[in-house]
């Protein structure tokens, strides 16, 4: 099976911008988790999507915003770019149900506001 | 206090030492990861348990649900196990993550 994929895996934006970042999960994986890794902050949960619903959500503002759609990839959007959104974006699949499942994680996109 | 505490923060071995990363959390859990993440950032899952004990080649992880503790053992470590290990719980059914601040560990020859 082909392993998480995320595009673009790096992206230079300007403040005051919106970027939007791509996630396609492992074929069969229904569950798109999204995650924040700052030197400050270490990683941080943004949100899940399974099926198509957010599932759950961390401590994000609204300019983080996300969806997944009916094939299970998945897209997260950042609105009004501050410089402390630069980050390594992961985003991790898994099947989303069951008693416990492990998650695979994608490659990154790393993003750096100027 | 962070709900997942990660010992030590650095740890640097020679070639062929024993290594232990410990991990200790505050909540109640339903499994528990531990990811590699090598320079340039890819995250890789390493173990995912929910109780006892898993071996992988030189690697090994277990866990105490009641201590609420969990270790991960590499054996002969190798430089290219150089590497940050993070230890992450999972809380409830969603698959949301709880990350320790992981530990940088350096292998030397």
């Known amino acids: 099976k082909a392993g998480v994929t995320q595009t673009p895996r790096y992206l230079i934006k300007t403040r005051g911008q919106q970027v939007t970042l791509s996630c396609s999960p492992i074929?069969?994986?229904?569950?798109v988790s999204w995650y924040q890794q700052t030197p400050g902050q270490g990683l941080q949960f943004l949100f899940e999507y399974f099926s198509e619903t957010q599932r759950n959500k961390g401590n994000f503002p609204g300019r983080f915003s996300g969806r997944q759609f009916s094939n299970s990839r998945s897209e997260m959007n950042v609105s009004t770019l501050e410089l402390g959104d630069s980050a390594l974006y992961l985003c991790?699949?898994?099947?989303?149900?069951?008693?416990?499942?492990?998650?695979?994680f994608g490659p990154g996109t790393r993003l750096t506001v100027t | 206090k962070n709900e997942v505490e990660q010992s030590p923060q650095n740890l640097t071995a020679q070639e062929g030492e024993f290594i232990t990363i410990n991990c200790s959390y505050s909540v109640g859990i339903s499994a528990l990861h531990w990811l590699q993440q090598h320079p340039g950032g890819g995250i890789v899952s390493l173990f995912m348990?929910?109780?006892g004990k898993k071996k992988h080649g030189r690697l090994i992880a277990t866990i105490n649900i009641q201590e609420k503790h969990s270790s991960l053992h590499i054996t002969a470590s190798h430089p290219r196990d150089s590497a940050v290990y993070i230890c992450a719980v999972l809380t409830g059914t969603a698959s949301k993550l709880t990350f320790g601040t992981g530990t940088r560990l350096q292998v030397t020859l």
């Open positions: 991790a699949s898994s099947t989303g149900t069951g008693e416990s499942f492990g998650q695979y």
């Open positions: 348990l929910s109780s």
């Open positions: 074929s069969g994986h229904r569950s």
